[in-house]
């Protein structure tokens, strides 16, 4: 889940994610081998994410997932702790930006 576009190698994961929309683009993978994951990577790759057999795409304000089995979550690009629960929330205005101003 993100509420950004793009992950690491400029690959597009979200295609209509936008960190100002107070929303969470969520997507859950049910690649299984090699060659599944290929193809996803393949249609990440060329911004049709949506378009894979093997993962399913939604948006929501808040995302709540229970696992029968302890996951391992990764966040911002670091491995966390196994979980059997993970809840999220898009807080608008949370993040504030200063930018300086071109010359």
């Known amino acids: ?19 100002f929309d107070g929303r969470l683009e969520v997507g859950v993978a049910t690649a299984r081998n090699a060659l599944q994951w290929g193809r996803t990577l393949g249609r990440m790759a060329t911004g049709r994410t949506e378009k894979s ?21 990764e966040l911002d690009g670091g491995a966390r702790k ?19 101003a071109s010359r």
């Open 1 to 19: 889940m993100g509420n950004i576009g793009r992950i690491m190698g400029g690959i597009k994961a979200f295609d209509d994610a936008s960190p």
């Open 53 to 73: 057999p093997f993962v399913r795409m939604g948006s929501a304000r808040k995302v709540y997932a229970e696992f029968d089995e302890p996951v391992l979550v």
């Open 82 to 100: 196994k979980l059997k629960r993970l809840e999220a929330e898009a807080v608008p205005a949370a993040v504030t930006l200063a930018v300086p």
